[in-house]
């Protein structure tokens, strides 16, 4: 199981079984990459595995950003599969990538097959290194909503909680709900165990957790 409560004060994430996915939406600019970056890192802390799979930020900054998050930790096994430049590339094609990097390169956000190969790779590669439990982090299904139809995004989606499960890791997935209609985003979170909202509150940024409990939790602060 999985414990999320570190980043999510909260009793309803302290065990989220492997294999489950969940999905972060919100409007612009109320954290929801944060959110998911500090889920992954709490993990590492914790000696699991990391992916993310960037569609805006090149790997360079995603590696960067996560260092410093992970500061002071040891042994980091952390993927990334950026999707917005040319080429392929892992751990030992590259001789200045250091040991428990692996950096798989996609031409494209809109290049779903290219994105699941890349996401494959990377999870063998954790893997192989002795990280048996890991989270993943998609940041944005909303890039990837210009680039192709929803219906083959939440396919994609789909399959991709099944490779989740067959690895034993869990999955956090980012979409701005200003940018789609409200019909686009219920077939999306229909591929999904559960949902993270969040919000900008009178005190600041705020949360709540629907699907993976009875009842949606209170909205909390984060």
Not at 18 to 36: D, F, H, Q
Not at 80 to 107: F, K, M, Q, W
Request: glycine share 12%; aromatic share 4%.
């Amino acid at each position: 199981m999985y414990d999320l409560s570190n980043v999510l004060e909260t009793e309803a994430v302290s065990e989220i079984r492997p294999g489950t996915s969940v999905l972060i939406a919100g409007p612009a600019m109320t954290g929801k990459e944060n959110l998911a970056m500090e889920i992954l890192a709490d993990g590492s802390r914790q000696g699991e595995g990391a992916l993310v799979v960037t569609t805006g930020s090149d790997a360079d900054t995603v590696v960067e950003d996560y260092q410093e998050r992970v500061s002071g930790s040891n042994n980091i096994q952390f993927g990334v599969v950026d999707c917005r430049a040319e080429g392929s590339s892992g751990r030992g094609g590259n001789s200045d990538t250091p040991p428990g990097l692996y950096i798989h390169h996609v031409s494209s956000p809109g290049d779903l097959t290219g994105i699941g190969i890349g996401i494959t790779k990377c999870l063998e590669s954790l893997h192989g290194s002795g990280a048996t439990e890991g989270r993943l982090a998609l940041i944005s299904l909303s890039t990837m909503l210009t680039y192709t139809d929803r219906e083959t995004v939440f396919k994609f989606c789909h399959v991709l909680s099944s490779r989740l499960d067959a690895a034993g890791y869990i999955g956090v997935f980012t979409i701005d709900t200003g940018a789609h209609e409200e019909q686009t985003l219920q077939v999306l979170k229909q591929a999904f165990d559960g949902l993270i909202e969040v919000r900008e509150g009178d005190a600041g940024r705020e949360a709540r957790v629907l699907g993976i409990t009875d009842s949606p939790t209170d909205w909390a602060s984060i």
